[in-house]
């Protein structure tokens, strides 16, 4: 075991991939705009849309901006490292746009390269200007979210040019060819970063802060002695990100819905919600398993290893499934049920967990890791 690195926080990468690849998939496997309803949707698919909208939608990518975050203070305290990381930063970025042409839409990396660049400048700040930093990306998520809300709520939101365009592009994915479906991700992506940017950034940003402020504290280096921090973030995720979660789930995927990620405005209200929940959640989450570990140390050892190499999973999850769904591949775009297609995302998590232990047991990174580390080494 590399006990220069802090096992909580692998962990944490490797539970995240899971949560990540259960809400990718409907995107990846079934339509751009994710779930879909029809007259053969059966009680096995709302249960599984539901749970997806309810537990995992905008929790997991929060906990990977909670842990970039953290791993940057850890790279940046490193004398003369500033450099490295800006191109580190680069090579995410360029890693971002290849995974959005080439495998999925929906890229996070190139946001987290953009966002990251705030990192270079925190890194020097004092704790009161990154804790001022939070709150302010906090309220500018707050203020999109409300925005989009009250554009909801205009006549002629949501026009038949927007299910046009859905419609091609799922074609596209169905039949196309590989070029085919390059093209058509090409076109759908400055929309697409349009809505991350309004939806994602400043939650994201935010917990870039929060992470900063963790590593400077070594918050997951001995997590069992935060134990206050712990409850609290307990309580919350019980007493707030829970039941918001469930009533965002409910206006999403719940009777009278119109399922998927449309642009009508409950499912608008139910995701707007749904982001709202999700700080509180996913801090719920980090506690619920630091006080399992305290009773079971190893309770979460199974996600170690994947997330030291979680660069290289998340493309891979992308990697696969699309060779699996797009009609250049399996050709299973929009034939399965959510249910099915969420157990074949489960079974390729799994695939992929295995791969990574096979891989570290011969090298001591994952190779996207390696190529990143390669391209962010400073010249002679």
Known sequence: MNKSRDDFADELRGFALLGIILVNVPFLGISLNGFVRGDETSLADRIAEFAVFAFFQAKFYL???????????????????RGAFARRLLGLGALGILHAALLFVG??????????LFML?????????????????????????????????????????????????????????????????????PILLLVLAV???????????????AA??????????????WILCSRLGAAVGLPLSLVSAWLMAGPGSPGGVGSDARTIYGTVLGFAAAPFLSAG?????????????????????????????YIGESAVLAAIFCGWGGGLFGTLGAAWTLAVAFSVWLALEFFARIWLSHFSQGPLEYLLKRFARPTA
Request: hydrophobic content about 60%; aromatic content about 14%; overall charge positive.
């Open 107 to 116: 890229d996070i990396l190139l946001s987290y390269a953009v966002l990251g």
């Open 285 to 313: 989450y980090v506690a619920w398993m630091v006080l399992l570990r305290r009773r079971f140390v190893d309770a979460f050892s199974f996600f170690r290893l994947p997330g030291r190499m979680s660069l290289t999973l």
């Open 199 to 213: 939806l994602n950034w400043g939650l994201a940003l935010a917990c870039f802060f929060a992470g900063l402020l």
């Open 121 to 189: 400048r925190a890194a020097n700040w004092t704790d009161r200007r990154v804790i001022v930093a939070m709150c302010l990306a906090l309220l500018f998520a707050g203020a999109m979210l409300g925005l989009l809300a009250i554009a909801a709520a205009q006549p002629g939101f949501d026009d038949a040019a927007t299910l046009e365009a859905v419609a091609a592009y799922d074609q596209r994915m169905r039949d196309g060819s590989f070029l085919q479906t390059v093209q058509a991700r090409l076109q759908v992506w």
């Open 216 to 229: 400077r504290r070594r918050l997951f280096a001995d997590p069992e002695r935060f134990a206050a921090l």
């Open 63 to 81: 906990l990977f901006a909670f842990l970039f975050g953290y791993s940057a203070h850890l790279m940046l305290s490193k004398p003369g490292s």
